[in-house]
């Protein structure tokens, strides 16, 4: 069954720290992109960070940036996201998602499986 | 940042046809995707690349696009398709993403 599965999330005071991790199954974690997205109480979606298949590229929204820190270690299929400097308004339930994929023969369109969640709280 | 935009809502009757919009500068050149999300649970895609339909999507979803505009269109909206529906997609870089706000739709 191809499934992402978060976790790491919890209740940090503003100005902490975190490590979300994201964990893959069921497909070739190596060939996609993935994607952090968040989504604030009652609001839409955000999309937080990127990372190329093997890492060499990162990108992120502008409010997060210098702050966050995508990475990935293909060789457990794993996502993560280092959140440093919290602040109150990053305050979200947290998605991994799969992004397209490519390998020397294919290409996969990907952006079809999302884990279920995990909930960040920043709060004094 | 790369920002889309949809209408807030969109309200039909059971049988009628649902049109959700999503505007971007980029969009003329670069797919759209399309989620629904319910309450409490993770967004599902059920449109990609523009008009493909993954595995399972009803054959009353799809995606038109003109110019800087893509439209989601449920044709003969059912009682179950009510959700909240974000529009994804990329700036012209191809590296910065953004989903649209949602539109919340309604059908009774």
């Known amino acids: 069954e191809v499934q992402l599965v978060e976790s790491g999330g919890s209740l940090v005071q503003p100005g902490g720290s975190l490590r979300l991790s994201c964990a893959a199954s069921?497909?070739?974690?190596?060939?996609?992109?993935m994607t952090w997205v968040r989504q604030a109480p009652g609001r839409g979606l955000e999309w937080v960070a990127n990372?190329?298949?093997?890492?060499?590229?990162?990108y992120y929204v502008d409010s997060v940036r210098g702050r966050f820190s995508i990475s990935r270690d293909n060789a457990r299929n794993l996502l993560f996201l280092q959140m440093n400097s919290l602040r109150v308004e990053d305050t979200a339930v947290y998605y991994c998602?799969?992004?397209?994929?490519?390998?020397?023969?294919?290409?996969?369109?990907?952006?079809?499986?999302w884990g279920q969640g995990t909930t960040v709280t920043v709060s004094s | 940042s790369y920002e889309l935009t949809q209408s807030p809502s969109v309200s039909v009757s059971p049988g009628q046809t649902a049109r959700i919009t999503c505007s971007g500068d980029?969009?003329?050149?670069?797919?759209s995707y399309w989620y629904q999300q319910k309450s409490g649970q993770a967004p599902f895609l059920v449109m990609y690349?523009?008009?493909k339909r993954p595995s399972g999507i009803p054959e009353r979803f799809s995606v038109s696009k003109s110019g800087t505009m893509a439209t989601l269109t449920i044709s003969g909206a059912q009682a179950e398709d009510e959700g909240d529906y974000y529009c994804?997609?990329?700036?012209?870089?191809?590296?910065?993403?953004?989903f649209g706000g949602g539109t919340k739709l309604t059908v009774l």
């Open positions: 690349e523009d008009n």
């Open positions: 990372i190329y298949k093997d890492g060499r590229e990162e």
């Open positions: 994804y997609s990329t700036d012209i870089t191809g590296n910065y993403w953004a």
């Open positions: 980029a969009l003329s050149g670069k797919y």
């Open positions: 069921g497909f070739r974690f190596g060939v996609h992109w």
């Open positions: 998602m799969r992004g397209r994929g490519f390998d020397s023969t294919n290409y996969y369109p990907g952006m079809d499986v």
